[in-house]
């Protein structure tokens, strides 16, 4: 069965750091592209960043440039977000959606994958 899930999340200072992890397990073939997500009360969710295997494709949304890093470990199956110069307006559930190729059974698929969230409070 495939899973995705995200950790790292936690209660920091304003001006800490982090770093979320997403990562993709069962008969995993390869992750195709993932997107960092958050979403804070009351706000639409909104994505910070993306990173595409294939082409080492990186982006991220304005409002975290400079700030937020996203990397791969291929062997781990597992993609990261470093938080960096966090601020109150950080704070928000993170989410990952991962396009993963995989084998269920014989079937070799590709879908989509949301992990349950990992939250982020950034407070003094």
């Known amino acids: 069965q495939v899973q995705l899930v995200e950790s790292g999340g936690g209660l920091v200072q304003p001006g800490g750091s982090l770093r979320l992890s997403c990562a993709a397990s069962?008969?995993?073939?390869?992750?195709?592209?993932v997107g960092w997500y958050r979403q804070a009360p009351g706000k639409q969710r909104e994505l910070v960043a993306t990173?595409?295997?294939?082409?080492?494709?990186?982006n991220y949304a304005d409002s975290v440039k400079g700030r937020f890093t996203i990397s791969r470990d291929n062997a781990k199956n597992t993609v990261y977000l470093q938080i960096n110069s966090l601020k109150p307006g950080d704070t928000a559930v993170y989410y990952c959606?991962?396009?993963?190729?995989?084998?269920?059974?014989?079937?070799?698929?590709?879908?989509?994958?949301w992990g349950q969230g990992t939250q982020v409070t950034v407070s003094s």
């Open positions: 959606n991962a396009e993963l190729e995989y084998y269920s059974g014989s079937n070799f698929r590709r879908d989509d994958y």
């Open positions: 069962g008969s995993i073939f390869t992750i195709k592209a």
């Open positions: 990173i595409t295997t294939s082409t080492g494709s990186i």
